[in-house]
């Protein structure tokens, strides 16, 4: 099986342009990347400098043309990987057509933690980091951690199942004084609706809920 490992540079988080897109095709069996680009895109400001260091001014000096690489790419790939699918799968939507998994909510790297960063996670795994924030430091990273994963097979198989199940919203059922609950099981506070919300697989919802003893609502479902 081969697969693409993506990562996506912005501008922001809301409203924001595409900087740069990085992507490594990635043999499962033998395990390995083959081929890699990663390219910066025009863009005129970057209000998130600070975080990726990308300035505008070396972004206008790239093209689009690399884009037809990443595409090229893509047409060997059976799934496309992100550690964060939900942000980056948005911005990939012109470039690839490929299912999704989620290399940070779907597969289970056995971490300690619910919630963690690709670089908690690479220096769990003992790898080294120089250098990050960048999409080409950031899909490498990730290659050499599933390089170090145990039982990738199978652990690759049950991501890709759990990747297929339904993405469900969950809304907790709680008052002011025992929001605390919703916020240690997970749930995080929507400012603009007002309320405890959490998205999980609904493979998974079953299992989550017995976790907890407050009442929840489904808002949304999607694939």
């Not at 919802?205 to 694939?223: K, V």
């Amino acid at each position: 099986m081969l697969i693409l490992i993506v990562d996506t540079e912005t501008t922001g988080l809301e409203n924001a342009e595409t900087c740069e897109m990085a992507a490594t095709l990635y043999s499962t069996n033998p395990r390995g990347a083959i081929a890699s680009i990663s390219t910066l895109l025009p863009i005129e400001k970057n209000p998130a400098k600070s975080a990726n260091g990308i300035s505008a001014e070396l972004a206008q000096l790239a093209d689009y043309e690399q884009l037809n690489g990443l595409n090229k790419l893509s047409l060997r790939a059976d799934y496309a990987v992100a550690f964060n699918a939900e942000f980056d799968q948005p911005y990939w939507q012109e470039t690839i057509d490929l299912p999704w998994f989620c290399a940070m909510r779907d597969f289970d790297w056995e971490y300690h933690k619910e919630r963690f960063t690709l670089i908690e996670l690479a220096l769990w795994l003992g790898i080294g980091v120089g250098t990050a924030h960048r999409a080409g430091d950031d899909v490498r990273l990730l290659v050499e951690c599933f390089n170090r994963c145990s039982h990738f097979d199978e652990t690759l198989e049950k991501a890709i199942t759990r990747s297929q199940s339904p993405q469900i919203e969950l809304k907790a059922i709680v008052n002011y004084d025992n929001r605390q609950l919703a916020k240690d099981a997970g749930f995080q506070w929507d400012c603009d609706r007002k309320i405890w919300v959490k998205k999980v697989r609904e493979c998974d919802r079953l299992n989550f809920l017995d976790q907890f003893n407050f009442e929840t609502d489904i808002i949304t479902t999607s694939a």
